[in-house]
């Protein structure tokens, strides 16, 4: 079971992450962080297949990919 | 679980100062991402522009220091000169490598410095607010290009790499671009190869990176893939000048 | 005392820096600070040190920065236009509290002037080393043996204060030729070169090195520069009473004194021997130290006792002659005699001025 974890605290909801998801899991949360940002979650997890595409574009370095 | 992609123990827990979508983040992403692997967290000085990055040194854990604008090649001569057991990246950006710097800019390049130089070209003044940059497009709307960069006022974009590539000093000289995961990954191994050469041969190399300023370009960061492959790679190819 | 040897200026200083531990230099040739660069092209080689004849004097200057930073006595030399390009690093050494040396081998002129000697540099780096507002050190000597004297000791200081040093020679200077003590070779320590500048955050291993003190007890950029400049402040304020230095010539009965410094200063000694032969008794004060710039000696010319003041200097306009007149009695009738552009200050002049002075004698 994968997963990607978004750091509220570095994630600045750019959206480059939902891009590159070819399963198109990301999607920005309806919480916004300390900066105001509505930061990026992952919805269905289970779809996940630690790709690490999204972590590798995103410019804030705010995901961690698990296998 | 195990962990596949982490960030970078290089990078220190302050949240940049800089906008949703900036490829400065990603490169800095990179070179922290190197640094580590590299085993030089501690040993790097990296060598700060005047530009969106100048006030980098929060966001990281090595050495660093300043310079006036366009003079990071030469004061990182002089350093590196004195104390040659540094690893030394030159972050620059476009307009402080290839305008105000351009005369610090080849002469380090031609007498092959043991730097690495990575010059960010977003093909704007990021930090003053968009103005016109060495390298901005043909036909590109600036603050002080309103109707679009004319040839006739302004000539035409630089593209440095090239400049730097007829040199016969630099070991390696690259064009990459970070605006998809493959891209990243390549520009990645580019910086890594000139940080190797740096260390085991006292090479100067040279890595251009095409980033993204989509505060200037005034565009969402969703449209930067589309906007590179149509406007900006086609003038900047991609890919190994030199070495 | 060591056996004194005949060195032009512009070598004797190079030789003499060298031996302070100079171990790099970063220049670009203009007349007449050439032979310097010329000089430790081949000498640094000889010691393992670093020459780099740069593409600029803009960037021979940000080398020295860079080279301060890594932790080594590093030089640069210029003169004229070449000091013009280097005032964007001497305001960073300042800022960022660099050590390191300039030497101005002052030519003469504006713009491109001409190549003989003069003083129009003077305002350029004793009121403030580049934008900013900042100072350093600077020093005029009027001898080679001073000029070798102060280079030797140069970095000693700049390292104590974390400053830059300004020393102002001048072509004459540069190429005039007199005894020496070349002095003996100072021994450093390895440790100097692990990053020892920080200006900013040191947390381990991490070195910050800033050209602007943004860090302070403030949370705003605004008010640690106030709070950091204040502090450089008062460390100039303090060189007033530490670091002034000075001679006084034929002063202890003077009732004429000629105030110079550098060349004017050493041209008018020859003066003042004739006036003296004349009868007249005419003496000096000769800064040595330009900043901090000696008040004191200045503020207590006595107006009972002292008839005229007769400044001398190679600048037109009169720049350290404006120096001098806010220090001295408002009583004591006060004089200039000016050349610039490289015609150098003239014995006869002088006397003529210091006899008109003394009514005609
Ligand atoms: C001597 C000098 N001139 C002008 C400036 C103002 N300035 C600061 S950053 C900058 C442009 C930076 O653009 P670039 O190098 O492309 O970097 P970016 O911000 O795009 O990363 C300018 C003109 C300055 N700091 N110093
Ligand atoms: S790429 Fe990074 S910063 Fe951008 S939305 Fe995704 S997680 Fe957030
Ligand atoms: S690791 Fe791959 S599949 Fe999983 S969320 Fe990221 S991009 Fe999508
Ligand atoms: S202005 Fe442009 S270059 Fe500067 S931080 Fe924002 S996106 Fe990046
Ligand atoms: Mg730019």
């Not at chain 2, 036909?139 to 007829?166: D, F, L, W």
């Not at chain 3, 081949?42 to 010691?47: D, G, H, M, Q």
């Not at chain 3, 003469?108 to 003989?116: H, S």
Request: some cysteine.
């Amino acid at each position: 079971m994968a997963k990607a974890v978004i750091d509220e605290k570095f994630c600045k909801g750019c959206g480059l992450c939902f891009t590159v998801c070819g399963k198109k899991l990301l999607k920005a949360g309806d919480k916004a962080n300390a900066k105001g940002y509505y930061f990026a979650v992952q919805t269905e997890d289970d779809k996940c297949t630690a790709c690490s595409l999204c972590a590798i574009i995103c410019p804030d370095a705010a995901i961690t990919v698990y296998k | 679980m195990d962990v596949v992609y982490k960030r970078s123990g290089a990078l220190s827990d302050v949240s940049t100062t800089y906008c949703p979508g900036c490829s400065h983040g990603t490169a800095f992403k990179l070179i922290a991402e190197i640094s580590e692997e590299l085993d030089i967290v501690n040993k790097l000085v990296f060598a700060t522009p005047i530009g969106c990055t100048t006030f980098s040194a929060p966001f990281h854990k090595f050495s660093t220091f300043m310079s006036a604008h366009g003079r990071a090649p030469a004061n990182a001569t002089g350093f590196k000169r004195c104390n040659p057991k540094r690893p030394v990246i030159v972050y620059q950006g476009d307009g402080d490598c290839a305008a105000i710097g351009t005369g610090e800019s080849i002469h380090a390049a031609a007498r092959g410095e043991a730097f690495t130089v990575v010059m960010a070209n977003n093909q704007v003044y990021g930090m003053t607010g968009g103005q016109m940059a060495p390298t901005t497009l043909t036909g590109q709307k600036t603050t002080t290009t309103p109707n679009g960069r004319s040839v006739e006022a302004c000539g035409y974009p630089i593209r440095m790499a090239e400049q730097i590539a007829q040199l016969e000093a630099p070991r390696f000289v690259t064009r990459q671009s970070l605006h998809t995961p493959k891209n990243i990954l390549q520009a990645k191994a580019a910086i890594k190869k000139a940080l190797e050469l740096q260390i085991n041969e006292e090479a100067y190399s040279f890595v251009e990176l095409l980033c993204a300023c989509p505060t200037n370009w005034a565009i969402e960061p969703s449209g930067i893939k589309e906007y590179m492959e149509k406007n900006v790679i086609p003038y900047f190819p991609l890919g190994d000048l030199k070495g | 005392m060591a056996k004194k040897e005949m060195w032009k200026g512009n070598e004797a200083m190079s030789e003499v820096a060298l031996r302070a531990g100079c171990r790099f230099f970063s220049g670009y040739p203009i007349t007449p600070q050439t032979p310097i660069t010329e000089y430790l092209a081949w000498r640094l080689a000889e010691v393992d040190g670093v020459f780099i004849q740069a593409e600029s004097e803009l960037a021979a200057a940000t080398m020295l920065l860079g080279a301060s930073i890594a932790g080594a006595r590093a030089l640069t030399a210029t003169a004229g236009p070449g000091l013009s390009l280097m005032t964007e690093s001497l305001s960073c050494l300042a800022s960022g509290r660099l050590p390191a040396v300039i030497v101005d081998v002052q030519r003469g002129g504006a713009a491109t002037g001409n190549l003989q000697g003069a003083q129009s540099d003077y305002n350029m780096v004793t009121k403030t080393l580049g934008h900013g507002g900042l100072k350093g050190l600077v020093y005029g000597p009027s001898t080679v043996e001073e000029l070798c004297d102060i280079i030797y000791d140069a970095w000693d200081k700049a390292e104590k204060y974390r400053t830059p040093v300004f020393i102002l020679s001048d072509a004459s200077l540069g190429q005039m030729m007199e005894p020496v003590d070349i002095k003996p070779f100072k021994q450093l320590d390895e440790s100097r070169f692990d990053l020892p500048y920080v200006i900013g955050r040191e947390e381990s291993e991490k070195k910050v090195i800033q050209d602007t003190p943004y860090a302070g007890p403030y949370s705003t950029m605004s008010e640690n520069l106030d709070y950091n400049y204040r502090k450089y402040n008062e460390m100039y304020e303090q060189w007033k009473e530490d670091e002034v230095l000075y001679e006084e010539y034929m002063m202890d009965d003077a009732e004429y004194v000629i105030i110079g410094w550098g060349m004017a200063a050493r041209i008018s000694k020859s003066a003042i021997r004739n006036l003296r032969k004349k009868g007249i008794k005419v003496g000096m004060i000769r800064p040595i130290s330009l900043f901090p710039f000696p008040e004191k000696p200045l503020n207590a010319l006595d107006a009972k006792k002292i008839k005229g003041i007769l400044v001398v200097e190679m600048a037109i306009p009169a720049l350290f002659y404006h120096d001098v007149k806010a220090q001295v009695d408002k009583n004591i009738p006060i004089k200039a005699n000016l050349h610039c552009g490289g015609y150098l200050s003239q014995v006869d002049e002088i006397e003529e001025d210091i006899l008109k002075m003394a009514g005609g004698k």
